[in-house]
């Protein structure tokens, strides 16, 4: 059974059942409400029947002055609606002469014995308000404003005039009269209520005996002062009993200027004064008439005036309708019909209202204790899982189903003459909001309510910035102020910039809004020292990459707006460098393997060549050309597997294959024993070696060996190049943990290249290539010494060659 009760079309049943008890009830409970007003169902019934024939009354008078003279006919052959109509000057239904021809408009109310209802329109105030419903029919939603109730004509307000001839008020009308306006406020002066004035018009007679009107202060007498008009700012008219007069019409005449009233403002581009309820126009003149505005006039609100009909003959015409129903009511279709459908049901329910609540509490408690028993739960599993409606942000949800009850309700209203659709659609209503209520159940029993509603994402949105904002806030705490003390000159310089504006800000604003401005203040101080964070991290990455070290890349997760892009920038150039490095090693890898493949290809060859070249000068020939070519082929050969060797070694030195031995050695005594090696080949080539050292021993670390073979170099070097008949010196510099030794001679051809070309491989002193030098010497000392953690320095400053070791 417990599998059973969660299969999905049982939820799907007892969801429907759920929805259908609980519209049931709902309906029940509306209709035991709406008819508890009302002593029974045919009180209900004879109200709604008034109701529709009042409406169809109005719309069919309607119909008729709008033209249509089969209005009558049409509506009580159509509708169960019997009427007379008659029209009649009279307000009053007992004055209506009911048997005069002249008054009859349709049928005759003899044949309407006994009316169910009477119903009057006044004829000029009729409007059109189609019936498009049963609702508006049965709630009886037709003005009663167009009912003959009022014995005074009307006219709207055109606008309010100041003429500036004579200084008065106008009041102009539609049809073209203008009164005299009786009372006006005039404030000459902005919020200055000692300007204001209240002025009450007075009649008065010229030299001439002739009358005119004037404004005079109802409580000094002062006249009115016309010719200040120009500054007059706020202006407010009232008729003879103290009456607000409210235009409530849109200026036409866009040339005039005009007066403010309580809460307009003025167009600068029009020169007009608005306001929502009146614009007082400024004009030379309005006309010539001095009628005062009477005090029997009445003025509303919306801008219309009423005021007494002058005669009988005035007054428009009254339609009295007089409406009867029959007692059977015939299948016609109208509203009468459908109504009755409705009370009928009404009715039913109303008979059996407390069954019917008894079997729709039963029915909901039970299927609604179900469907919140299963809720959130599979077949498999007693757990509450979340479908994707129930992970919907809970406000729009209950948004959602909201709108569709109050757009669903209304629907129902406006179709209600077809009660099945209107079930269905109240039906869908209900069951919106069963899943409401059954979604709610099921965030809450997964704990899960908070997590899916706009509050948390709305909280969850801010915080994590508030969060990050807070973190380096205490950045200086957590750190120790490290990136201050890296940042020391900028991190004053921003504080002391930032100090100086607040002092002028706090200057500039009074006491009342130093709260404000240190709240925005810390946050501009968070966000200040957040840019120098920062911007330290973007130094030292900077840094970093400037010393090579490309291993740590910027972390641009963190970093904000143009910093990221920064950092993002500094790894790219990173990931460059570190792609050319190592394109270039490569290189390198490959020459260097090249040159060493080479060169054992090139050995095995030259070793026979050698060996046969030795053996033939061992042989007793007597050609001396033969034993002439045999000397060539030795000395060249020699020199081939010279340069085989220094390739060989150049390649080891290069790529760090050679084992070093670092032991500390005396570095005088060794370049003395190379010195003497090269004594008779220098007084040969007629140099004059000089060594200059103050100071023996000079301790150094180094290999004997390597450094043997880097001396050897240089003064073999010395030995070819030099200018005979010149001095070559040699300065030992003792240093607290090693030495300096510089070699310096003059050159024999010039150095037209840079010493970085000359420690480059195969690159000679002389173009001419004139020496048996391989261009590989100064290539492989500089191998050796950086192996032996020195360094080699090659200048070159005319025909001064120099070289410089430092361990």
Not at 622 to 637: C, G, H, P, T
């Amino acid at each position: 059974m417990k599998k059973i009760s969660r299969n999905l079309w049982l939820k799907l049943v007892a969801f429907i059942v759920c929805s259908v008890m609980a519209a049931g009830l709902v309906v029940t409970t509306l209709v035991a409400v709406y008819t508890n007003n009302y002593e029974s169902t045919a009180q209900l019934r004879d109200e709604i029947h008034a109701n529709i024939a009042g409406a169809y009354s109005r719309q069919m008078v309607y119909n008729y002055e709008s033209g249509d003279d089969n209005a009558f006919s049409q509506m009580t052959n159509d509708t169960n609606l019997q009427a007379a109509v008659v029209k009649s000057n009279e307000t009053s239904e007992d004055k209506v002469d009911v048997k005069s021809d002249a008054a009859k408009v349709y049928s005759s109310v003899d044949k309407i014995s006994n009316p169910d209802y009477i119903f009057s329109y006044k004829a000029e105030n009729l409007k059109w308000n189609r019936l498009s419903n049963l609702w508006d029919a049965m709630s009886g939603s037709y003005e009663e404003s167009d009912a003959a109730s009022s014995d005074m004509n009307s006219e709207r307000i055109s606008s309010i005039m100041y003429s500036k001839t004579n200084g008065l008020f106008y009041l102009c009308l539609n049809d073209g009269t203008a009164y005299v306006i009786p009372k006006v406020r005039v404030m000459t002066g902005s919020n200055d209520n000692s300007s204001l004035g209240l002025y009450k018009v007075v009649e008065k007679t010229d030299e001439n005996g002739n009358k005119y009107f004037a404004y005079e202060e109802m409580f000094t007498g002062q006249p009115l002062d016309i010719s200040g008009f120009a500054e007059w700012k706020n202006v407010k008219c009232y008729d003879e009993k103290g009456n607000h007069i409210k235009c409530g019409m849109n200026l036409e005449d866009n040339d005039n200027s005009g007066f403010e009233s309580d809460g307009s403002y003025y167009d600068y581009d029009e020169d007009v004064y608005y306001d929502r309820y009146e614009i007082i126009k400024v004009v030379e003149q309005v006309n010539e008439s001095y009628e005062l505005l009477p005090d029997t006039f009445k003025i509303s609100d919306n801008g219309i005036v009423y005021y007494p009909y002058t005669s009988t003959e005035d007054k428009p015409g009254y339609y009295y309708v007089y409406a009867k129903l029959p007692e059977q009511l015939q299948e016609k279709g109208d509203y009468f019909n459908q109504a009755d459908s409705v009370l009928d049901i009404m009715e039913f329910t109303e008979t059996h209202l407390s069954v019917l609540f008894v079997v729709f509490i039963l029915g909901f408690v039970i299927t609604a204790g179900y469907l919140l028993t299963v809720a959130g739960k599979r077949e498999d599993s007693e757990e509450i899982k979340l479908r994707l409606y129930d992970r919907l942000p809970y406000g729009v949800m209950l948004g959602v189903t909201m709108l569709a009850d109050f757009m669903v309700f209304p629907a129902g209203f406006l179709l209600i003459k077809q009660l099945p659709v209107v079930a269905l659609i109240c039906l869908a209503a209900t069951m919106v909001s069963l899943e409401a209520i059954l979604t709610t159940y099921v965030r809450i029993r997964a704990h899960e309510f908070w997590k899916h509603t706009l509050c948390y994402y709305v909280v969850r949105f801010f915080l994590k910035p508030v969060k990050k904002l807070c973190r380096m806030v205490f950045a200086p705490i957590r750190y120790g102020f490290s990136w201050i003390e890296r940042n020391v000159p900028l991190f004053l310089i921003s504080m002391l910039a930032f100090g100086f504006i607040c002092l002028l800000e706090l200057i500039g604003f009074g006491i009342g809004s130093i709260g404000f401005i240190f709240i925005v203040k810390l946050i501009e101080l968070a966000l200040l020292i957040t840019f120098i964070m920062q911007y330290d991290r973007i130094r030292c990455a900077a840094k970093a990459i400037a010393n090579g070290d490309f291993s740590q890349p910027v972390d641009t997760s963190r970093l904000m707006l143009f910093f990221r892009k920064h950092g993002e920038d500094l790894n790219n150039v990173s990931n460059g460098i570190e792609a050319a490095v190592s394109e270039k090693m490569k290189s390198e890898r490959f020459r260097t393997e090249l040159i060493t493949n080479v060169s054992h290809d090139i050995k095995t060859p030259l070793t026979s060549i050698i060996n046969y070249v030795d053996l033939l000068q061992k042989e007793d020939i007597d050609n001396e050309k033969v034993r002439e070519y045999l000397d060539v082929l030795d000395r060249q050969s020699s020199r081939l597997k010279k340069l085989i060797q220094d390739l060989l070694e150049a390649s080891k030195a290069s790529t760090g294959s050679i084992n070093v031995e670092l032991e500390e050695l005396d570095a005088a005594v060794m370049l003395s024993q190379v010195a003497g090696e090269y004594e008779e080949k220098f007084k040969k080539n007629n140099l004059d070696l000089i060594i200059k050292n103050d100071v023996t021993p000079v301790m150094i670390q180094a290999d004997g060996r390597h450094l043997w073979r880097v001396f050897d170099n240089l003064m073999n070097n010395i030995n070819k190049y030099a200018q005979s008949g010149t001095r070559v010196y040699i300065d030992i510099i003792p240093k607290d943990s090693g030495a300096i030794i510089a070699f310096k001679n003059v050159s024999a051809t010039p150095l037209n290249i840079s010493s970085d070309e000359l420690k480059e491989r195969f690159v000679r002193g002389d173009s001419s290539r004139n020496t048996e030098g391989s261009g590989l010497g100064l290539s492989i000392a500089e191998s050796l010494m950086k192996l032996m953690n020195g360094t080699l320095e090659l200048t070159v400053d005319g025909d001064l060659f120099k070289v410089t070791l430092e361990f």
